[in-house]
């Protein structure tokens, strides 16, 4: 299992590196040009999201850290809310700002890549540990 503190500077990076790569999209027009490029953002967005779901965990509740169900549970629950607000957003600005159909599978697979990347980072943060 990751330390607190090592789990709070993993955290911290990974935003960092989001945030870079989501500047040079904008920049050089990745999300445009390459149209598999928001399939690794919304995973590693989900792993920042269970991620900090699991910190907030530790920090308000760390007796239901000992059971990795309710880790796992609360990091795909985290992602799928954020996930969903996202969604939303980015359906209301296709819709009536942009004036484009919504593709419902993309969103399907913004979901999908949301939940991979909290299993992924419960998974890698709770390691080998007995429950």
Do not use: C, Q
């Amino acid at each position: 299992m990751i330390s607190t503190k090592s789990l709070m500077i993993l955290m911290t990076i990974l935003l960092w590196v989001i945030f870079g790569l989501h500047l040079g999209a904008l920049h050089f027009a990745w999300y445009w040009t390459y149209w598999w490029f928001d399939i690794p953002m919304h995973f590693l967005g989900g792993a920042w999201l269970g991620g900090m779901a699991i910190l907030a965990l530790r920090k308000w509740a760390p007796e239901k850290t000992e059971k990795k169900v309710i880790v796992y549970t609360t990091a795909i629950v985290v992602a799928l809310f954020i996930g969903g607000v996202w969604e939303l957003f980015e359906f209301s600005l296709d819709t009536f700002v942009i004036m484009r159909v919504n593709d419902i599978a993309d969103t399907i697979t913004d979901f999908g890549m949301d939940v991979a990347g909290a299993l992924s980072a419960a998974l890698l943060i709770m390691g080998k540990s007995k429950n």
